[in-house]
């Protein structure tokens, strides 16, 4: 069965540290792989995704995500956190032939002054 | 510009009525979505339709109806049945078998009062 796992609810980081967010999922298939954020009360926006080749993709507000298959992980990473990045991130795995994709429970990111 | 649009943002239900939340989109997406989100548990899968007319059932359809009679259109009534309706729902398009992942509207805060 599919799955995704975030084991960190919660993350505190101080403004200008470096984040990695962590995402391990389990899928019979090449999986397709997302990230998104989350502001409170809004929908989800996509940083960034991974389909195939280069495992090292860069996305929107200067994150990065690193597919390594052998470790079933797709984690999120940023060199150095600004304040606007607080919010609650999600990491999503599927398929396109199935065309649903299944998310993590998510990981809320304080970032301290 | 292209997107979707959820309504309303905010939406109060008595015990054992049923009420619609409304999806439209304007992005010419085959695929349209429902999901629930509550705290600490992510994201979860209720409805999904790949075509008119035609729609399925997700993880946790019990107690929710969904109808596609447009491309553009994807409401969702959640019925009286649905024991514990208070929640953020989410809805998401996308092309099919497209490379893109979900675009998500900005939610419906349903609140049983």
């Known amino acids: 069965a599919q799955s995704v796992t975030q084991p960190d609810i919660h993350i505190t980081v101080s403004e200008g540290a470096s984040l990695e967010l962590r995402c391990n999922y389990s899928y019979g298939a090449t999986p397709y792989l997302f990230w998104y954020v989350q502001s409170p009360g809004q929908g989800l926006q996509l940083l960034l995704k991974y389909f195939s080749g280069d495992t090292l993709v860069q996305g929107i507000k200067g994150f990065e995500a690193e597919f390594k298959r052998s470790q079933s992980s797709f984690n999120l990473r940023k060199p150095s956190v600004h304040w606007s990045d607080a919010a609650e991130y999600f990491c999503?795995?599927?398929?396109?032939?199935?065309?649903?994709?299944?998310f993590g429970s998510g990981t809320k990111l304080n970032v301290k002054p | 510009d292209g997107g979707i649009t959820q309504s309303p943002k905010y939406l109060f239900r008595k015990e054992g009525q049923n009420v619609t939340l409304s999806c439209e989109q304007n992005l010419n997406h085959d695929a349209m979505y429902w999901y629930r989100q509550d705290p600490g548990q992510g994201l979860r899968l209720i409805y999904y339709?790949?075509?008119?007319?035609?729609?399925q059932k997700g993880d946790i359809a019990e107690g929710y109806s969904v109808s596609r009679e447009k491309k553009e259109s994807f409401p969702l009534t959640v019925t009286s049945a649905q024991k514990n309706p208070t929640a953020f729902y989410l809805c998401a398009s996308m092309e099919i078998q497209g490379t893109s992942g979900y675009t998500f509207g900005s939610g419906t805060r349903l609140t049983v009062v």
């Open positions: 339709s790949q075509i008119v007319n035609d729609f």
């Open positions: 999503a795995v599927g398929h396109y032939n199935f065309n649903k994709f299944y």
